[in-house]
């Protein structure tokens, strides 16, 4: 239940503000329905999974697979593993109808796997389509390359119409961010990419950066060359069990935990991403040993990191993962340490039954030494060389799912994570989640279910459901009770946190209505840091979608937060959508009204942005936010896309703080991206 004094804020905003969602509501009747997996990402969202590294690189990812859909009658139990919606058992029931029945002829058979619910099926035919080619072996030849290989260039510039502080004095380079990719692929059996990057203030073609951009990421992988599962040269992302000792993939939140269920991975993809960080850069291999169920796959990383070096020697105190190099400081911490990595993963698999084993070792030329002043970095990972091993488990029965991975540092500190999934019926499923990382446990590539953010100092159980009780309406809800042994930032002593949600989704024909309310309590210090007090945070989401007319939609959204600490802070964002797609014009408009009492009660409004770039702003304070992005098809292949973005602030004469610091009230920026397909 909210808080009284939530309450009163809601009777606030219900007679004073009610003019503006009714003048929202006004502004259109329809709005181009969105592409299905952009809105289920968005409702996969929350503050934690947005504020993370990872949720950007999952939209890179999940937008390159929508662009290059799988041919699903070719497509590999690997492949379709990459898929981070899916769940072992669906996996199991796809593979087993297409060996049972051959090809699928149309996306209507879909509906003859039970497991797959009729918004995964939708979601489903955004990565795949249905091929009818005959299954190559070997090498592709090079007349089929030249004949059925996809080949794209793009690129985009985002121009700001204002100037920050640093643009004026301290930024290197100019105030443009811009991007160019190239793409070559051979349906999912080969691929090849390159990207240069580019942040806004970095220098180019000078000030250290005399190839031109501050940083380039190229990949070359091919699948399925006889017992070559797949080879990776270049930068190349891994995923091993539940990501005890590496994750460079998919890492979604404990929502999406419901839809996947808990489901291991371990895939080699190319590094696609504008990211800096997760990657590796060499060669890995996965070889499947002839005539048995066994394979295995080596790899090797030799790749430059950034860092902030200690003051009295050369050693590491921090490894940096945000890659802005704007300022001669920032240069300064650019590749000065030399991170080489090596492992191996064995893995054997008969139907339903997967076991695997882990062995990972990474070296840094500089030992890496963060500071311990601080009690709650005492444990930070410390050295020169990591080592980690690890086994992990997993078994898919007809309605029973069980996954794990139980991993060990050079240290012989331990960490485990497990997880077992029941779905007695097809309209309810039930998912239960364990895991314990030690707080000595040390490992430089560990990205997995998490609340604190580190595979490190936590101990937790999770319980999710989904129930639907009729064909329209679904319910989910979670529990997450986490509890950290060793102190943490901001709290001197052991805590816990305990997180709760539940969602509701009405879908009849035109309308999809949605439902959610978060509970989120978190221990902190108090202020002279003599005993904790709780920090309750609740935030609540309704949205209605509509398609009511051919190639249309409408969405409104009204978004709350209210957070108790050491003050009451409330927060409420009302928001309009409307899109439309009529001929070779597609065009995106959109509307927010945000009101916050402080930071403390931020929220984020997702809008659409041209193709590979995430938008999920955060606005705190008082303003408005909108947008118009149209697409426009001018040839064939070509298209070019067009974004201008303003928000407005009335609570400030300034915007951000330091060398970001915008003398104005408002902001404006333009983002045009080209994209030829040949």
Known sequence: MFHAECLIYFSTFAGMKRYLLLLLLCTSTVCQAQDDWQQAFRQLSDVEDLESE?????????????????????????DL?????????????????????????????????????????????????????KKEQGLPRLDSLWSWGKQEVSGSLNVPFYRRRGDKNGYLGYPYKHTLRYKFRYGTRLQFGLLGTQDAGEPFFSAGNNWGYDHYAWHFIVRRMGCIEALAVGQYRLSFGMGLTMNGGFSLGKLAMLQNLGRTSNTIRPNTSRMTSGYMQGA???????????????????????????????????LLTDGYHRTPAEMQKKHNVTETDAGLHLSYRTGGLHLGGTLTYTHLNRRLQPDTKQLYRRHYPAGSDFMNAAIDYRYAAHRVALNGETAIDGHGSVATINSLSYQPAGTFTIVALQRYYSYRYMSLHARSFAEGGRTQNESGIYLGTTWRPTRRLQLSAYTDYAWFAWPKYLISQSSYSWDNMLTATYTARQWTASARYRLHIRQRDNADKTALTNRAEQRGRLALTTTAVQGFSLHTQL????????????????????????????????????????????????ERAPLYQMAFPMFYGEGIRYWLMAQLN?????????????????????????KQLIDHSSMADLNIQVIYKF
Do not use: C
């Open 54 to 78: 990872a949720w950007e690189e999952n939209y890179e990812a999940l937008a390159d697979l929508a662009e290059h859909p799988l041919d699903l009658n070719q497509a590999t139990r690997e």
């Open 81 to 133: 593993e990459a898929l981070p919606f899916l769940s072992d058992q669906q996996v199991e029931d796809i593979m087993a109808y297409r060996y049972r029945h051959g090809e699928l002829l149309t996306a209507g058979e879909l509906q003859m796997i039970p497991s797959l619910s009729y918004e995964q099926r939708q979601l489903l035919l955004n990565f795949v389509f249905l091929g009818h080619q």
């Open 284 to 318: 890995a291999a996965t070889i499947r040993i002839p005539n048995t169920s066994f394979s295995v796959t080596a790899y090797a990383s030799l790749r430059p990191i950034d860092a902030t070096l200690n003051k009295t020697d050369s050693t590491a105190a921090t």
């Open 559 to 606: 978004d709350l937060a209210y957070t108790d600490y050491d003050s009451h802070d409330f927060g409420y964002m009302v928001s309009q959508r409307v899109s439309s797609k009529q001929g070779g014009v597609k065009w995106d408009a959109g509307v927010g009204y945000f009101h916050t009492d402080s930071y403390n009660a931020r929220l984020y409004l997702y």
């Open 634 to 658: 001018l040839l064939p292949g070509l298209a070019v896309t067009a974004k201008l973005g303003v928000t407005n602030y009335f609570d400030r004469a300034t915007i951000g703080t330091d």
